[in-house]
């Protein structure tokens, strides 16, 4: 295994080997990744792999945070879907409290989630076709992602890092013009999605691109602990959703699409296909709800659901539970938990240990990203620096995850 | 196949590694276990290749500081995906000589999850084939997710952490 060797410097004045630094900024690698390869004219005769430019020490941070306040520091984990990190980290600390929510809540959890995988595929496929040079597909595609940023407006006021929900809950309930722009979605989405793979699916130029290029097999993808769609695309049909169902999911009636040779086309079609699973995923979730009584979005738990604002600013009870909220007064058990979501990029893990302080004692993000790219180096031997570019969008590493 | 669950997979470690397996523990239902760097590597490929617990999916390697008894825990999630269950396993080494046997000849996956331990609690796993920094820089001098290590700088006197209630 050569994997991460360090770089091969040739000081042979008679070596035609080329050492580029792809990276740390290049407009093609979408983020801050930094690959140094040897080209063999344009092929990558090997690379090597940097990362840690945006590391922020996320971990150490939530070593001394309460609760509420590593919300926000996982939403900068994956930002493309921050909503799923969020509830992943809610569904942990409900796991450790033993608070079981309100199916409402479980079913409108399910929208915002499946919203935020739509909207990270639809990064991912449509940055494979711009990279691929179809641009009409990326600026047609990505509208939609605005739409979706619309949703998390009306639901909790933020856009890219939402912040969205409570431990037990949602701070409040969906408006009805959330509701409106859901239904306008689901209207809208598929059929630009169905044109959208009419430009693609049957392209002779993006599967000439793509199909061939870059395979793996589901013992390698196995072996460098890939998961998420990566991984499906290879074949294993390994989704954390039906696995291990959490949040209602088992309740649910969805297809996990697996790939058969693990190339970028077929990490295409995976992605797709989870698209068009996760719009029926919030049809299914809209149809349910209208069996749920109207109103309730959290669970009872006022030892650590937030109380309501309008209660905080008049009575002393609810500003005294919100302060001692907020500065982690109230007592969770000591346990460790670990507790997995499928993100945007496969499973997401939170290993929370709690010693009873107001902070976790240790809290560690699996990021699938991070672990993802550990084979991208070794993916690249032999592989065409063009190649390399579209294996690096397919992969939809995300930087914010990567370094955490 | 024979049906793979927690009792199963303790049985099979104690028949394999008796005392050197031990604090087996289900919190939440995922099975814990506790075992030492000699047998660890023993350990993770029983894990991994027995049938009746195979492990297959390595799913995460990290670490934990537990400075009042000067321990580092080494924790490896492993993931049977056919059977549904998962295995924590926990190897506590002392702070001093945080070394420990490598997981790489067994996954390649490990070797990034063992450079990112290393990087931030100085565990040294033995026969790592690139044993470096990976999101840090390489002058850092110190492994900073060690407890002593405050998360900031210790000279400002305007960020006590009893202003903030920490």
């Known amino acids: ?404 | 196949m024979a049906e793979v669950n927690n009792s199963s997979v303790i049985q099979l470690l104690a028949d394999r590694f008796g005392a050197k397996v031990s604090g087996v523990n289900e919190p939440y239902g995922l099975l814990t276990v506790e075992t030492t760097k000699d047998v660890i590597t023993d350990v993770l490929r029983f894990l991994k290749e027995t049938e009746g617990a195979a492990f297959s999916f390595l799913t995460d390697i990290t670490a934990v500081h537990y400075p009042e008894t000067n321990h580092i825990a080494v924790v490896y999630h492993l993931h049977n995906m056919v059977n549904k269950i998962r295995i924590r396993v926990k190897v506590f080494i002392h702070e001093h000589t945080p070394t420990i046997p490598t997981a790489t000849v067994l996954w390649n996956g490990a070797n990034w999850m063992e450079r990112e331990t290393y990087d931030f609690f100085g565990v040294k796993f033995e026969g790592h084939p690139n044993l470096k920094r990976i999101l840090n820089m390489d002058e850092l001098n110190v492994h900073p997710m060690l407890k002593q290590y405050p998360l900031e700088d210790p000279n400002r006197v305007d960020k006590k952490d009893e202003y903030f209630g920490r």
């Not at chain 1, 050492?19 to 740390?24: A, E, I, V």
């Not at chain 1, 049909?237 to 169902?245: F, T």
Request: net charge negative.
């Open chain 1, 1 to 404: 295994m050569n994997h991460n060797q360090p770089v091969y410097t040739d000081n042979d004045p008679q070596s035609e080997l080329v050492t580029l630094n792809l990276g740390p900024t290049h407009p093609a690698t979408h983020g801050v990744f930094q690959n140094v390869l040897q080209l063999d004219g344009e092929r990558i005769v090997s690379g090597v792999s940097t990362i840690g430019y945006i590391h922020r020490a996320f971990e150490k941070i939530a070593e001394h945070r309460p609760f509420y306040q590593i919300t926000p520091l996982t939403d900068r984990l994956n930002y493309c879907s921050s909503p799923i990190n969020n509830m992943g980290w809610h569904m942990t600390v409900e796991k450790l409290l033993n608070i079981t929510v309100p199916k409402r809540v479980d079913y409108l959890r399910i929208i915002v989630m499946e919203l935020a995988r739509i909207s990270d595929h639809i990064i991912c496929n449509t940055i494979i076709a711009q990279d691929t040079g179809a641009t009409t597909t990326f600026l047609y595609l990505f509208q939609f992602r605005e739409h979706i940023y619309e949703i998390y407006e009306e639901i909790c006021g933020a856009r890219l890092t939402t912040n969205i929900g409570r431990i037990g809950g949602f701070e409040r309930d969906f408006n009805d013009i959330a509701f409106t722009k859901i239904n306008k979605f689901l209207k809208e989405f598929p059929v630009a999605l169905r044109e959208f793979e009419s430009l693609l699916n049957r392209n002779r130029i993006f599967i000439d691109r793509t199909a061939g290029v870059a395979c793996v097999t589901p013992e390698q993808a196995l072996d460098y602990s890939w998961s998420g769609p990566l991984l499906r695309a290879t074949g294993v049909d390994y989704d954390v959703r039906v696995s291990e169902p959490y949040c209602s999911y088992d309740e649910f009636d969805f297809e996990v699409p697996v790939g058969t040779s693990g190339d970028i086309y077929d990490r295409y079609l995976v992605r797709n296909e989870e698209m068009w699973q996760s719009v029926s995923l919030i049809e299914q979730a809209m149809e349910k709800l209208k069996g749920e009584p109207a109103g309730v979005f959290h669970a009872d738990v006022p030892d650590f659901y937030l109380p309501a604002k309008e209660e905080v600013y008049n009575n002393m009870e609810a500003l005294i539970y919100h302060f001692k909220i907020v500065m982690g007064e109230i007592d969770a058990p000591k346990a460790e938990v670990y507790h997995a979501v499928e993100g945007g990029n496969g499973e997401l893990g939170f290993y929370l240990i709690n010693d009873g302080g107001r902070t976790p004692y240790r809290l560690h993000f699996r990021r699938p990203s991070f672990i993802n790219y550990s084979m991208y180096a070794k993916m690249s031997e032999g592989m065409l620096l063009s190649d390399a570019i579209i294996n690096m969008s397919s992969m939809n590493i995300i930087a914010g995850e990567l370094d955490a």
